[in-house]
């Protein structure tokens, strides 16, 4: 990791020279979101100041400008997910526009009653409510992975699930609370063993490792913008052609249509068929700006220095008195969930601020893992690409303060 030189990243984001309270700031929330790089809120100023019009529509100099930026970030996303063909990558607004629109989809179009989709106990809501959306339409039944007390996803009981009403596997590639990296291509293994697809939410694996939509071999795969340093507000949902062709419209309106009559609607190619109303296209451009940049740095880089500060902070943090951690699977992401004696969480995350050190604290839109982990709530620092180990000692010397107040 010698030419990873976290200082230099650092000034790529100006947000990071900012005080709270007096104090550096020292931002472990990255779960939530990531802070962007000038590269991004540049090129998109860039993009409205001397590009914007809208996009597949005109015949003009500049909406064939803008299309053009558009449909490369199309190809970049592309390129990140090694994906076959930009067919197979659709804009959303993010992971749970994705996967609800998988969900919504797919179960028009292939699931009835008493049919079953899987999803584990550690999903985030939008994995799970998606789903009870369908289920309250269709009447499916929703069957659930169970997980290990370390956070582990129980393969066995897996793999016991299937029988003839199996119709979709759902599962997060990482769990935002637990930091769990799920084994994803042995789960599409079992699954496909049974004809049955699989839609793996990268919400949380995007951001920090390299991921190969083809070798992972998955049929859906989604992930937000916002957490992988690009603008709010985009996402992606990849799919197999082969699904994507098979599945309805989502939603109706302009671009996802070829010809409309009151008669007779035919609908448009992939990926447009999809993709209703004019996109979000400046910030389609900065999220491809978002990908180049963790790209020139390289995923693999980025894993192990956030790896690296992983480690330091498990080790670090084992020190603390009576400090337990929600979450000890053998493979663990940049995510730490914790929780410090019978100090509430919420007291824990709002005197961590006044520190300047801003964690996040709840149910993390996972109470159903709550529920399974016997808790309501925890503190969760999660970690990104420019953070250092002096914030991983500040988050320690913090806990530790608030620790000692209670
Ligand atoms: N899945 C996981 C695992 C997440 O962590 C999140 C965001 N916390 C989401 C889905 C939803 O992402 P978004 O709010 O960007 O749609």
């Not at 063993?193 to 995007?206: E, F, K």
């Not at 309106?253 to 008669?263: C, H, L, P």
Request: hydrophobic residues 40%.
């Amino acid at each position: 990791m010698t030419n990873y030189d976290v200082d230099l990243i650092r000034r790529d984001f100006p947000i990071l020279e900012r005080q709270v309270y007096g104090r550096p700031l020292v931002y472990l929330d990255n779960g939530a979101t990531t802070q962007k790089p000038r590269q991004v809120v540049e090129a998109m100023t860039e993009e409205y100041y001397n590009v914007n019009a809208n996009v597949h529509r005109g015949v003009h100099f500049l909406s064939q400008q803008a299309t053009e930026l558009h449909e490369a970030a199309r190809e970049t996303v592309r390129r990140f997910l090694n994906a076959r063909s930009t067919s197979e990558i659709i804009f959303t607004r993010g992971t749970t526009e994705s996967i609800n629109l998988v969900a919504t989809t797919f179960g028009d179009a292939f699931l009835n009653e008493g049919d079953e989709v899987i999803v584990s106990e550690m999903e985030h809501h939008s994995n799970i409510v998606s789903w009870q959306l369908v289920q309250a339409r269709k009447g499916i039944r929703l069957r659930v992975i169970p997980i290990t007390d370390e956070g582990e996803l129980c393969l066995d009981e897996f793999e016991q699930m299937f029988n003839e009403h199996t119709r979709m596997v759902s599962v997060t590639h990482v769990s935002n609370v637990l930091g769990t990296v799920n084994p994803v291509k042995r789960i599409v293994e079992i699954a496909h063993a049974h004809d049955v697809p699989v839609l793996i939410d990268g919400a949380q694996s995007t951001p920090h490792f390299p991921v190969d939509v083809q070798a992972i071999d998955c049929d859906f795969f989604a992930f937000s913008g916002h957490k992988i340093y690009g603008p709010t507000g985009v996402g992606v949902l990849y799919g197999k052609e082969s699904w994507l062709d098979r599945l309805p419209p989502y939603m109706g309106g302009g671009e996802m249509i070829r010809n409309v009559s009151f008669e007779q609607t035919t609908f448009n190619d992939l990926p447009f068929k999809f993709e209703a109303g004019t996109p979000d296209y400046v910030a389609t451009t900065g999220l491809a700006r978002a990908l180049d940049y963790v790209s020139a740095l390289g995923m693999e880089c980025i894993h192990a220095h956030e790896q690296e500060l992983v480690r330091y902070a498990m080790e670090q943090m084992s020190a603390i008195p009576d400090l337990r951690f929600i979450g000890t699977p053998k493979e663990k992401d940049a995510v730490i969930s914790f929780l410090v004696g019978d100090i509430h969480p919420l007291d824990m995350g709002t005197l961590l601020d006044r520190l300047g050190i801003a964690v996040r604290t709840g149910h993390h839109c996972a109470e159903p893992l709550m529920h399974r982990m016997g808790i309501e709530s925890t503190v969760r620092a999660s970690f990104g690409l420019y953070n250092t180990k002096a914030e991983i000692d500040a988050l320690v010397a913090g806990i530790e303060r608030v620790s000692r107040m209670f």
